[in-house]
């Protein structure tokens, strides 16, 4: 696997939040700060800042900055909203502000005209690394295996392995010892693999199955390798599994049994029906729409298969086909059919219920409900949104949930209706073609909550508000019941955007990723949390303490 796999943005992330860079007009505010080290507090030079200014959803790119010999930077002509900042430097561990560690909540700064925000300041850790050594079942050394390393994240509903950056942090072989190492590593919790057979490269011909440290082929039974600000970990060792590899071959071909020459195929493993380690095996068509994976090890996988992007552009932009397949020990698989049908659109009208301004751009964007069924890889889908509020999205497939970004924090989905059924939470199929007649209500009359975080010294701004159903059956993905906000300086915040309902808060001083939706994490906040309801139209208020665990 490549480094460039490693960075196919997922579709269940895809949620239209790129930073766009427009001409933007001259503004009288300013950000300014100082970067110093995590480890020393002395100040760092040459750090490249970028600053992204948020309004409704979407981003506008502000010209990066780097700091000076005293670690300082200034960011000046910058119109009235909200900023977010971005760090990074050769050698650590880049953050947002706001953050001490990677996939902890940032935080804005909501900026005024004319205002001066001075205390923009953030310690960046130095990155660690990672050595070890490979070796077979007999105890030598096995050069020129691809090592890489992976984090658990909880993303899309479920727990799952993710490739850890790239760079540096890329794919790489080890030496004629056997040796590895991967360097430029954040703190946290890494799993090491041994990459082999389609997800080491076409031709690989280790005849080992994908291993992971301690020197299981079992992802569930890895163990994480712990790494600390600044340290490193070393004689790392593990003996690979080997097993009986297949060959995979067979061809692509259009709804019409038409060979479809250069299309795309990801192979990927599969556990319990759905892609729980995120590892590719990639190759493309011949002429004759044929294609083959070699040394392919025993187990359950999908093959994602790509036509031609309309217009040469992401594979977002072409047709799409999900084919399960399960290899026995040593047994081929030729002749393998993989049917691309139409790509099927998602079409309809939105409608608006409420007096506020109606909202400069809403964007209507499925979200698969699993990795199997829909593409892991290829970019968020072309869609459409007309004057007439009238939408369409192409290049939809497998089960999806309908997600809309709007572009006014006002304005908030209320329900989606297929022939005046209700189906706001409902997965709906693409595999058997278009889908019509969706209506999309947005209202300007969702609730809000709002409150104070303090502690036993008083406001506490350095934390984040989650707030979720009461209804466990309501902690799925995707899920309209899952919100979060970050307290402003005097600790006050505002959350909206959710349906009316019964709610628990709770604010903590941690929040990694999406990792606080697990259920597991859910469950364990239940005794600490403060339960508040949400109605239409109505602002509700919560005092809160942060909760420190």
Not at 20 to 36: D, F, H, L, M, N
Not at 173 to 196: E, K
Not at 197 to 215: E, K, L, M, N, R
Request: hydrophobic letters at 40%; charged letters at 20%; proline letters at 10%.
């Amino acid at each position: 696997m490549t480094a460039a796999l490693t960075s196919l943005v997922l579709l269940c992330a895809a949620a239209a939040q790129n930073p766009q860079t427009p001409p933007q007009p001259e503004g009288t505010a300013k950000i300014s700060g100082i970067v110093t080290r995590q480890d020393t507090n002395l100040p760092l030079a040459n750090v490249t800042v970028r600053a992204v200014r948020w309004e409704g959803g979407f981003g506008q790119q502000i010209p990066a900055k780097r700091t000076g010999p005293d670690g300082r930077f200034v960011l000046e002509g910058l119109r009235a909203g909200e900023y977010g900042l971005r760090f990074a430097a050769e050698l650590f561990v880049g953050l947002e502000f706001g953050q001490k560690r990677p996939q902890e909540a940032a935080r804005r700064i909501d900026l005024k005209d004319g205002q001066h925000f001075d205390k923009a300041d953030i310690s960046l850790p130095p990155t660690t690394a990672i050595e070890g050594r490979l070796v077979d079942e007999f105890g030598d050394p096995v050069p020129g295996v691809i090592v890489q390393v992976a984090q658990v994240q909880f993303l899309a509903g479920k727990r799952r392995l993710m490739p850890a950056g790239s760079g540096s942090l890329a794919p790489r072989p080890t030496d004629d010892l056997g040796q590895f190492r991967i360097f430029n590593l954040p703190p946290g919790d890494y799993y090491v693999m041994a990459l082999s057979g389609p997800f080491a490269g076409p031709d690989d011909p280790s005849g080992f199955a994908v291993t992971y440290f301690p020197g299981t082929r079992v992802p569930t039974e890895a163990k994480p390798v712990h790494l600390d600000i600044g340290q490193d970990v070393t004689g790392l060792a593990f003996q690979l599994t080997p097993a009986p590899m297949s060959v995979v071959s067979g061809v692509v071909t259009d709804e019409n049994d038409k060979p479809i020459a250069g299309a795309s195929l990801l192979l990927l493993p599969t556990s319990g029906g759905d892609v729980r380690s995120i590892l590719m095996g990639r190759l493309g068509t011949g002429p004759d729409g044929a294609f083959t994976f070699r040394n392919v090890a025993p187990g359950t996988y999908v093959i994602q298969a790509f036509g031609r992007p309309v217009g040469g552009g992401a594979l977002s932009q072409a047709s799409f086909a999900a084919v399960p397949l399960s290899i026995e020990p040593g047994a081929d698989i030729s002749d393998l059919r993989v049917k691309i049908p139409p790509p099927a659109s998602a079409r309809g009208r939105i409608v608006f219920e409420g007096d506020a301004p109606l909202p400069s751009r809403v964007m209507v964007s499925p979200r698969a409900v699993n990795f199997a069924s829909a593409p892991v890889g290829g970019g968020p889908p072309n869609n459409v949104t007309n004057p007439d509020w009238t939408f369409e999205v192409s290049n939809m497939s497998g089960l999806r949930v309908v997600y809309v970004n709007v572009g006014s924090p006002q304005w908030m989905l209320k329900k989606v209706t297929r022939d005046g059924r209700d189906i706001t939470d409902e997965p709906v199929d693409f595999r058997n073609g278009d889908v019509n007649g969706l209506e999309i209500t947005l209202t300007s009359r969702g609730p809000a909550l709002t409150g104070t975080v303090t502690d036993d010294r008083g406001p506490v701004a350095d934390s984040t508000v989650i707030l979720f159903a009461t209804d466990p059956t309501r902690w799925v993905f995707p899920s309209r019941f899952f919100g979060q906000g970050r307290p402003s300086p005097q600790g006050n915040f505002r959350i909206q955007g959710l349906p009316p309902g019964e709610y628990y808060a709770v604010a903590l001083p941690v929040v990694q990723g999406a990792d606080w939706q697990d259920p597991e994490n859910l469950n364990e906040l239940l005794g600490v949390a403060t339960r508040v309801s949400l109605s239409e139209g109505r602002t509700s208020a919560v005092s809160l303490k942060v909760v420190r665990r």
